[in-house]
């Protein structure tokens, strides 16, 4: 029995979650019958090398799906053997942070408990992305959702998506990968559009400021779509712009609104705002890309430009259920605060 769990270490789902997913996987393949006997917690603990309250808190989610029972002196025994689950996700997000946590949650949210899913990061390294999509091979999913941001390489994303996922289990999320097209499953963020609707919806704000700068590191997983999206906005609206790779050595100038992609360039650039006389808000402006409820109350409130998160997860969730290829943009949305 013990070898129907499988406990991945390099996964983000916590331990309890994936021995869940693993009774789950092996009741809906026939490996575990009603009646069986389940390892005991030591069993687990010793094979593992995890903590009992991992194991227990997976046996206790267990009950109380009525999934399985304990019998006082004997252990734990499976109680129902019905279950049938609509898909087995491999999830592989570029980086953790507290948007992807909101995708995250509600990509899972959504779902429920009729799938399982084994959550991956790859930090935005193109590499590590190809290594754990191969490694995945072995497992049989039947769905692959992912998100395509790198740092540097994918100059080959489309051959090697091609050769190591079937289409009709893929799932794109938030950047689309033209070249695949309708083949596959996708929900995704238009980025050049996005910024360039949502710098025109705050150009009643801008026209005070006589210059915009924008905040793209050269380094970055950011994609191009949203320097060409500014450029555009700028070039229509006669903004005079410029695009920094770099905010360390930059000088507060008067009459210049910034935009930042990062929180810990956004971090910077507060600082180096309060160290002058420059104030927020009237002699230069900021807008952050993504909301936290930080930046709600920071400096009386961050003006925000960003995607639906939960939106996002969701929807890609509902592709994966209903096993759709359906291609849908994401909401994109405006805050006005006081820092514009």
Known sequence: MLHLIDIIEDSKVPKYKQIINSLFAAIENGDIKKNDKLPSVNELLIEFD??????????????????????????????????VLKAKVFLLFNKLSAHKKIIYDAFARELGDSA??????????????KNLIE??????????????????????????????????????????????????????????KNIYEALAELNPQLKKYKQIKLLLRKRTYHPIEIKNGFIKFCGQYAYDFKIMEEIENEIIEKDTAYINLMENDLVILIKKIKETNIELGKDVGIISYNDTPL??????????????????????????????????????????????
């Open 295 to 340: 930046k709600e109350i920071l400096l009386d409130g961050i003006t925000v430009i960003s995607t639906n998160f939960e939106q996002l997860g969701k929807e890609a969730a509902k592709l994966v259920i209903n096993k759709q290829k359906r291609q849908k943009e994401n909401p994109f949305y405006v805050i006005l605060r006081k820092s514009l």
């Open 116 to 129: 399982t899913i084994d959550f991956f990061i790859y930090d935005n390294n193109y590499r590590q992305f």
């Open 50 to 83: 995890i903590s009992r309250d991992t194991i227990v808190r997976a046996y206790d989610y267990l009950k109380k799906m009525e999934l399985i029972e304990s019998v006082p002196g004997k252990g734990y025994y499976i109680k129902k053997d019905d279950l």
């Open 135 to 192: 490694a995945s091979k072995s497992r049989e999913y039947t769905h692959y959702a992912i998100i395509c941001h790198f740092e540097e390489g994918g100059e080959d994303l489309i051959n090697f998506i091609k050769t190591h996922i079937p289409s009709e289990k893929l799932v794109i999320l938030d950047k689309r990968v033209e070249q695949l097209g309708d083949s596959v499953g996708c929900i995704y963020q238009d980025f050049e």
